[in-house]
């Protein structure tokens, strides 16, 4: 029976030229195995890139009439043509590189070129499919009704603790 199940994705996994079994392996592991310990570095930028993407629409960065009601793909389309985008883009999609001095692989962040490579539209489709996504619409609930995150919590008595000393 157990060789019966897999004929077919051992036959398709034949069939395509690139599939090693050290790749097919290494996404099997990505995908089933169990992570133990703290998120790296690399994950927690690129999880809170998310959250950068609905603060900038829910705040219309790069739109110039922010009271006028705009389509969300224009109001991506405003924020794509800000240098902040640029530099946004760049550190929350870090990139592999080689320390040649410690002799192992380290995360950089990406080149302004990466992320003008990019077409346009790409991005704008990209950075809506995380405002529609699941984990946007949860990000866009705790957002207030004008648009910005709540203070909540330590971090809400620590500033108001700031605030009353000056």
Same mark, same amino acid.
């Given at each position: 029976?157990? $060789? =019966?199940?897999?004929?077919?994705?051992?036959?398709?996994?034949?069939? *395509?030229?690139?599939?090693?079994?050290?790749?097919?392996? %290494?996404? #099997?592991? !990505?995908?089933? =195995?169990?992570?133990?310990? &703290?998120? @790296?570095?690399?994950? /927690?930028?690129?999880? @809170?890139?998310?959250?950068?993407?609905?603060?900038?629409?829910?705040?219309?960065?790069? !739109?110039?009439?922010? %009271?006028?009601?705009?389509?969300?793909?224009?109001?991506?389309?405003?924020?794509? *043509?800000?240098?902040?985008?640029?530099?946004?883009?760049?550190?929350?999609? &870090?990139?592999?590189?080689?320390?040649?001095?410690?002799?192992?692989?380290?995360?950089? =962040?990406? @080149?302004?070129?990466?992320?003008?490579?990019?077409?346009? #539209?790409?991005? /704008?489709?990209?950075?809506?499919?995380?405002?529609?996504?699941?984990?946007?619409?949860?990000?866009? @609930? %705790? #957002?207030?009704? $004008?648009?910005?995150? &709540?203070? +909540?919590?330590?971090?809400?008595?620590?500033?108001? +603790?700031? #605030?009353?000393? =000056?």
């Amino acid at each position: 029976m157990g $060789a =019966e199940k897999w004929d077919k994705v051992i036959k398709f996994l034949n069939s *395509k030229s690139k599939a090693t079994p050290e790749k097919v392996l %290494n996404i #099997l592991r !990505t995908t089933y =195995e169990k992570k133990s310990g &703290p998120e @790296s570095s690399y994950e /927690v930028i690129r999880g @809170s890139w998310a959250w950068m993407v609905v603060g900038a629409i829910a705040k219309k960065t790069g !739109t110039t009439n922010k %009271n006028k009601k705009i389509p969300t793909t224009q109001i991506i389309r405003n924020w794509i *043509k800000t240098k902040q985008f640029k530099d946004d883009w760049c550190i929350f999609h &870090p990139k592999k590189v080689k320390n040649k001095k410690l002799n192992r692989i380290e995360w950089n =962040e990406s @080149s302004l070129e990466d992320c003008e490579a990019i077409h346009t #539209l790409r991005h /704008v489709k990209q950075i809506n499919d995380i405002w529609v996504s699941k984990i946007g619409k949860n990000i866009r @609930s %705790n #957002l207030t009704p $004008a648009g910005k995150f &709540p203070m +909540r919590g330590q971090f809400l008595k620590n500033y108001k +603790r700031i #605030l009353s000393d =000056e």
